[in-house]
Structure formats: C-alpha cells, structure tokens
C-alpha cells in the first residue's frame, strides 16, 4: 500500500508540471537529494548535507529549531490576532477582553501567543547557553555568535512591545518602568524616552509606536538576521561537532590565542584521532 | 613599443582617476541623500503637536483638603498636602522609574510599590532606589478661589513661596 502512494508521488515528479516547479527530477540518489536542498530558495540557506550523527538529540537539543518553531507559531497566531486588534487607547483593552471571551478561538490563540512568546525568549536562553558551553562560537563561527545576540535583543524587544498591547495595568505600568530605564542613558536618555514613546507618558502615540514595532518592524528585522544565522550555519561548516572538526581547522581555531597552542592542538592524537572516529 | 606604452599607460591613469571622480561624485551624492533622509526621519519621528492633558492642573477648593492632611490625585499624579506652614504639591510619580507613589498613613509617610522607595512628606527621601526627592510643584489659588498645580514647573521644597497661605 505505501509501495503504491510512494510510485503515485515519484510518478508526480516526472510530470512536466511538477519538473517545471522543483528541477532536481525522480529518484532519490544522495545527489538527487542534495540537488532538493540546494535548488529551493528556502532551503539552500542550509547546508546540502548533514552528518546523521548531527541530526540526533543529543548534539543540539534541537534548541535552534524549536526557538524558529515558536517564532512560526508566534507569526501565525499573531496575525489573526491584529484582525480584532484595535492599536488605540480606549478600545485596546476592550478588544484584548473580546479576543479573550467573546471572539471564536481567541482565548486559544492569545494564549497560544502568549505561552510561546514565553517559550520563544527562554529557548533563545537555552540556545545560548548549550551553544557557549559546546564552544560552538568559537572560529570560524563568532560572527554568528553576534549574530544571535543581535536575534536575542530583537526577542527581547518583541517581548517588551507585545507587553503594552493588552493596555491593562500590567502593561501601562511595565512600560512606564521600562522606559524610564531607557532615559537614564546618559545625555540622549530623555530624548530616546520621547521618541519611543513618542510622548511624555505612556498613552496613545506609545500604543500605536509599540504596535507597529511589534507588528511589523521588530518581526521583520528577525526574519532578516535569522536568515543570515541559517546561512551562515553553512558558510561557517555545518552544525558545530568539537569531535569531528578536521585537525587543521582545530589548529586554525587555535592560532589567534598563542602559536604553542596550535602545536598542541595539531598533535596526532588529537587531531587524526578524531578525525576517523564519528 | 616604449611610446606605445606609454600613451595606454596614461590613458589608463586618466580613466581610473574619472571613474574615481564618478564613484566619489556617487557616494557623495549618497551621503548627502542618507544625511537629508536621517534627518527628515528623526524629525518625522519627533511629534510637534501632543494631545496629552495639560500639566496645570486644578485641584478644587482648598477647603477641601483638611489640615495636617495628604491627599493623592490618582488621575494626575500628585500630591495636595495641607501642613502648618500651608498648602503645597508634591509629585506622587516616584523619581526612580516612574511608579505612583501612595499615601501611607498609618506610617506617616510616601512609599513606591514598585522598588520599595519611601519619601517623607515632604518629598524627601527615606530610603530605597529612588535618586531623588519628590519634587514640589508651583501652586497657586486663582480668581475663582481654586487651588491650581503646576506639574510641569518645580519649586524649591520648604521655600517660603513654595506654598500657599489662606
């Protein structure tokens, strides 16, 4: 039966439609498969090939995937909420009240919303951190690093604007705090509060400036910087596996800090050792 | 040969120093634009006109506020303290990141629910993160016999002028 499905869906793929769409053809030859990767736009940020061992649970955690999968989520639940969502002063509150007892599946997705913006900022944590204490930032991969503290900040943001969109007392409050810690930056501080704000206090024109960041321009920015951290995963030599690094990029690695250090590190029974051991 | 030489070799000279001519002319023009463009969006940015309440704000008669009395006004932020030597306002916004503050009575003194800071009342600080004192505001009694707060405008706390006698 699955023998069957599996022929309809091969003979689908000789079809001059579905060629004209997807170029790599019939057939599942490792060459056939990295030619999927590599000729569809989303996915030739990735790399074409993966060690098997790479793929398990243990070497990741799977940390970075679940952060993007919380990020869709938060995309997907967050734009059928902008449709009963008025960014105004008055109505805000109440449309945050109707999202959660009178509209069809709002409570479910507001709160879907919620638990994963939750999920989304302590995965980014997490990610951090197994990725720091792997060493995986080290060369050739400390732009990336950068790259995803740039990705925590914008978390972090996002996490910050979506606060004041219920405008309740929580969130008049929290923003009131959180941006009067902007103005004690020294000289421009007020001047940062102002315009965030775009006002003296937290009211409407904070409202509607928290809504378009968070709605537009924060989620944007992310997607910008995420497609760069994918790519770079590739550029940079795949998932980081300390074991599997060839010798003389373990040497590299080791160059900058002090020339003995190099030594050491292109020993035989480092280096070559691991080399064959997967 | 050798003259040959020489003439494509400042023709070549000539045409680099006009294609450098072009991409300086280029990125300057660039410059210029990005500059105007940082400038017009920072002032976009900046709202000229703000419907936010005026910072005067009246506070009703002064007979309403009975002596040795504290009373905050949630609504605009303020305190309307009512002592031996007069009336005088105080801002009930904590100094340290913008909380309200609250009356305690039973203390006998100002106390932030946010970060714990506690003010006299006076305005002067107690204890916790707060920087700075509560500032006093400008009050006056207007023609109608109305007490009226300045919120935008500090005193000098236990100044002569900074209260109003009846």
């Not at chain 1, 924060?218 to 060839?246: C, N, Q």
Request: with cysteine; glycine share 8%; net charge positive.
């Amino acid at each position: 039966m699955a023998k069957t499905a599996d022929q309809y869906f091969d003979e689908l793929r000789g079809t001059r439609v579905w060629r004209s769409i997807f170029r790599s053809g019939r057939g599942s030859s490792t060459l056939k498969r990295a030619l999927a990767i590599q000729q569809n736009v989303f996915l030739h940020l990735f790399s074409t090939k993966v060690r098997t061992r790479m793929l398990s649970f243990s070497a990741t955690w799977y940390l970075g995937t679940l952060t993007l999968g919380t990020f869709l989520i938060l995309v997907a639940t967050g734009i059928p909420l902008m449709l009963y969502y008025h960014p105004s002063a008055p109505q805000a509150y109440a449309d945050t009240k109707d999202l959660q007892f009178v509209v069809s599946s709002g409570m479910f997705l507001r709160n879907l919303h919620r638990w994963s913006a939750h999920a989304m900022v302590f995965l980014v944590f997490a990610h951090m951190f197994k990725v720091f204490y792997r060493g995986a930032y080290r060369a050739p991969r400390e732009f990336n690093w950068v790259i995803g503290v740039i990705l925590l900040l914008i978390t972090l943001l996002l996490s910050y604007t979506g606060y004041l969109l219920p405008w309740d007392q929580l969130a008049y409050w929290a923003i009131t705090v959180g941006s009067n810690i902007a103005s004690a930056v020294p000289l421009i501080g007020e001047k940062i509060h102002f315009l965030l704000l775009g006002g003296h206090a937290v009211n409407a024109n904070a409202l509607l400036r928290f809504y378009v960041l968070h709605c537009m321009i924060l989620p944007l920015t992310a997607m910008f910087f995420v497609a760069i951290h994918f790519w770079r995963i590739r550029k940079d030599g795949g998932l980081y596996a300390h074991s599997s690094e060839p010798a003389v990029v373990r040497a590299q690695a080791a160059i900058p800090t002090s020339p003995g250090s190099a030594e050491k590190s292109g020993t035989p029974s480092g280096g070559a050792a691991n080399k064959e051991g997967r | 040969m050798a003259d040959e030489n020489q003439t494509t070799k400042t023709a070549q000279a000539s045409d680099v120093s006009r294609r450098q001519f072009f991409v300086k002319l280029g990125l300057g023009s660039l410059s210029i634009a990005a500059a105007g463009t940082a400038a017009f969006g920072y002032q976009y940015l900046e709202p000229n006109v703000l419907y936010e309440p005026s910072p005067v704000v009246n506070a009703g008669k002064p007979d309403r506020y009975p002596l040795d009395s504290v009373t905050l006004d949630v609504n605009n932020g303020i305190y309307i303290i009512h002592s031996q030597e007069g009336y005088f306002s105080l801002s009930a916004v904590c100094t340290h990141l913008g909380c309200l503050t609250a009356w305690k009575p039973e203390l006998n003194l100002i106390a932030c629910p946010c970060h714990g800071s506690k003010f006299e009342q006076n305005g002067k600080k107690i204890e916790g993160p707060a920087p700075r004192p509560l500032p006093w505001k400008r009050v006056w009694i207007n023609d109608d016999g109305d007490l009226l707060v300045d919120r935008s405008t500090d005193v000098p706390p236990l100044a002569r002028d900074s209260f109003v006698r009846i």
